[in-house]
């Protein structure tokens, strides 16, 4: 299958979860959670699905185990919106930090900068 073709199946897998994730699940213990991406193996058969969530950490444990426990019906979900697909793929849930890591960068910049503005770095004068 042409990576082009597998593209656009996990772009629609993407989309699909996305909506379905935000507005037909309705386990309590799922918060704000976004699809960030979706790769799909060249036969179709797996599909890893990465997910950002919002909130702290025991939110973030109790929205993965939400999508988690509701993993075969968003894979019906999947199904039955992708209908002409042969095989629809087994989802993999992976919890996605980038999102966390990148934040935690940014702040940890300002953070720098903000000492540099009130402790200047001493230049050797030559």
Known sequence: MSKQRLQQ?????Q???GTVIQNEI???????ATVTGVQV?????RATVRISIMGDAAEQTATMEGL?????????????EMSHMRFVPELRLVHDTSLAYTTRIEEVLREV???RRVNPPKLDEE
């Open 113 to 115: 900068e903000q000492e």
């Open 9 to 13: 199946v996990a772009d629609t897998i």
């Open 41 to 45: 193996t060249p036969d179709l058969q």
């Open 26 to 32: 309705k386990d309590p213990r799922v918060g704000f």
């Open 68 to 80: 988690l426990r509701a993993r075969s019906f968003l894979r019906r979900r999947v199904a039955e």
């Open 15 to 17: 989309q699909i979860l």
